[in-house]
């Protein structure tokens, strides 16, 4: 390995673990030396995880198997290894108690912009021609960390159910699951691109981001955490049946073709009509001055969503919106509905006669690593 690359690899190492620790002793996160030591060396240890996997991966800092290995990690490599950073100090807040003030709000501003930084890193490689493995790799593997962190830590505080950890360990149990059969000498397929897989992983993140915020209800974040959390898993047991060989690729992808195409003309529609159904059946009025702003936004973002007009925004939107307006009963059964189905849309559009869906294409753009 060049000399040049192993002396950035070392720096990268040291100026991470400084900065952790600068970020412990500041006046904002400071309280007591047990609490300081406690969340220094769970950052320093996730800190010390992550830079491993950029060290075990370091030869493949080239951009395909056969071409030269890079002098330097490049500038979206870097971008990748401060989500790193992020995620090593948002392991710093777990199971110690939760702070108010601006630092109860560090979490989710650390995991927001790692989940930003997710769609920039490959961006910025693709733009500046340094896309390498060594980058995809990282990308795959923070991306696992982070959403075993960040979940564990908004469990925490209560924010989403314990069972959402399942979601977390798909990822591991996946790849487990693969060496297994290797190590028994078991048939495993290789795994096609999809972007939809790339979809509900973005999706999960942007999600656990939002649901740390602290002024985000639990009631809203447990109930959406379910409802983004159950098309992920349906996604990793049929990649798994792909990949040991139980269902064919060809007939998997040709199922897929046909139900995207049924859902689109049928039952995103029909879903877009059920939100807005189920938002009136568990609409509650509230003779409060201040919430007249927030009543005609809700309902101007479910008549976007009926009309198809940047409907995935307009999803977002509306779990947003009801999250602040008073009364709203979160746990009724038609509120749950409404929840479920803004996430549906949020996840897989609008389908068809929508008026404008472009919305979408931040959410289904595909950056390689």
């Given at each position: 390995?060049?000399?040049?690359?192993?002396?950035?690899?070392?720096?990268?190492?040291?100026?991470?673990?400084?900065?952790?620790?600068?970020?412990?002793?500041?006046?904002?996160?400071?309280?007591?030396?047990?609490?300081?030591?406690?969340?220094?060396?769970?950052?320093?240890?996730?800190?010390?995880?992550?830079?491993?996997?950029?060290?075990?991966?370091?030869?493949?800092?080239?951009?395909?198997g056969t071409a030269?290995?890079?002098?330097?990690?490049?500038?979206a490599n870097r971008?990748?290894?401060?989500?790193?950073?992020?995620?090593?100090?948002?392991?710093?807040?777990?199971?110690?108690p939760a702070r108010?003030?601006?630092?109860?709000?560090?979490?989710?501003?650390?995991?927001?912009?790692?989940?930003?930084?997710?769609?920039?890193?490959?961006?910025?490689?693709?733009?500046?021609?340094?896309?390498?493995?060594?980058?995809?790799?990282?990308?795959?593997?923070?991306?696992?960390?982070?959403?075993?962190?960040?979940?564990?830590?908004?469990?925490?505080?209560?924010?989403?159910?314990?069972?959402?950890?399942?979601?977390?360990?798909?990822?591991?149990?996946?790849?487990?699951?693969?060496?297994?059969?290797?190590?028994?000498?078991?048939?495993?397929?290789?795994?096609?691109?999809?972007?939809?897989?790339?979809?509900?992983?973005?999706?999960?993140?942007?999600?656990?981001?939002?649901?740390?915020?602290?002024?985000?209800?639990?009631?809203?974040?447990?109930?959406?955490?379910?409802?983004?959390?159950?098309?992920?898993?349906?996604?990793?047991?049929?990649?798994?049946?792909?990949?040991?060989?139980?269902?064919?690729?060809?007939?998997?992808?040709?199922?897929?073709?046909?139900?995207?195409?049924?859902?689109?003309?049928?039952?995103?529609?029909?879903?877009?009509?059920?939100?807005?159904?189920?938002?009136?059946?568990?609409?509650?009025?509230?003779?409060?001055?201040?919430?007249?702003?927030?009543?005609?936004?809700?309902?101007?973002?479910?008549?976007?969503?009926?009309?198809?007009?940047?409907?995935?925004?307009?999803?977002?939107?509306?779990?947003?919106?009801?999250?602040?307006?008073?009364?709203?009963?979160?746990?009724?059964?038609?509120?749950?509905?409404?929840?479920?189905?803004?996430?549906?849309?949020?996840?897989?559009?609008?389908?068809?006669?929508?008026?404008?869906?472009?919305?979408?294409?931040?959410?289904?753009?595909?950056?390689?690593?």
């Amino acid at each position: 390995m060049n000399s040049k690359l192993r002396q950035e690899l070392f720096i990268t190492a040291l100026l991470g673990s400084l900065l952790l620790l600068m970020l412990v002793i500041s006046p904002l996160l400071f309280v007591n030396w047990p609490d300081a030591r406690q969340r220094l060396w769970q950052s320093l240890l996730v800190w010390a995880l992550l830079w491993q996997q950029l060290w075990v991966n370091r030869y493949h800092n080239r951009s395909s198997g056969t071409a030269p290995l890079q002098t330097s990690l490049g500038w979206a490599n870097r971008l990748t290894l401060v989500r790193g950073g992020l995620i090593a100090a948002i392991a710093g807040f777990l199971w110690l108690p939760a702070r108010t003030g601006l630092a109860g709000f560090l979490p989710a501003i650390c995991y927001t912009l790692a989940a930003l930084g997710d769609r920039c890193d490959g961006a910025l490689a693709r733009r500046s021609g340094t896309t390498t493995v060594l980058g995809s790799r990282l990308d795959t593997s923070y991306d696992a960390i982070g959403l075993l962190i960040a979940p564990l830590l908004a469990i925490q505080y209560g924010k989403i159910l314990p069972s959402y950890l399942l979601a977390s360990a798909a990822y591991y149990l996946f790849v487990f699951g693969i060496r297994w059969r290797h190590h028994r000498n078991l048939p495993v397929l290789p795994l096609p691109p999809s972007a939809l897989r790339r979809t509900l992983a973005g999706a999960q993140m942007g999600f656990v981001a939002t649901a740390l915020w602290p002024p985000i209800q639990p009631q809203l974040s447990q109930v959406t955490g379910v409802a983004f959390m159950l098309p992920l898993l349906l996604g990793f047991c049929i990649d798994w049946l792909v990949v040991s060989a139980r269902l064919n690729i060809d007939s998997v992808n040709s199922a897929c073709q046909q139900f995207a195409a049924h859902a689109s003309q049928r039952l995103l529609p029909l879903l877009r009509l059920l939100l807005v159904a189920a938002l009136w059946a568990s609409w509650r009025p509230h003779d409060v001055a201040h919430t007249t702003a927030l009543e005609a936004g809700i309902w101007l973002t479910g008549l976007g969503v009926v009309g198809g007009i940047a409907g995935r925004s307009c999803a977002m939107a509306l779990l947003l919106l009801l999250n602040f307006y008073p009364g709203y009963d979160l746990a009724s059964a038609a509120a749950v509905t409404t929840l479920f189905a803004a996430v549906g849309i949020i996840i897989f559009g609008t389908g068809r006669m929508s008026l404008w869906q472009r919305d979408g294409d931040v959410i289904t753009r595909q950056d390689p690593a």
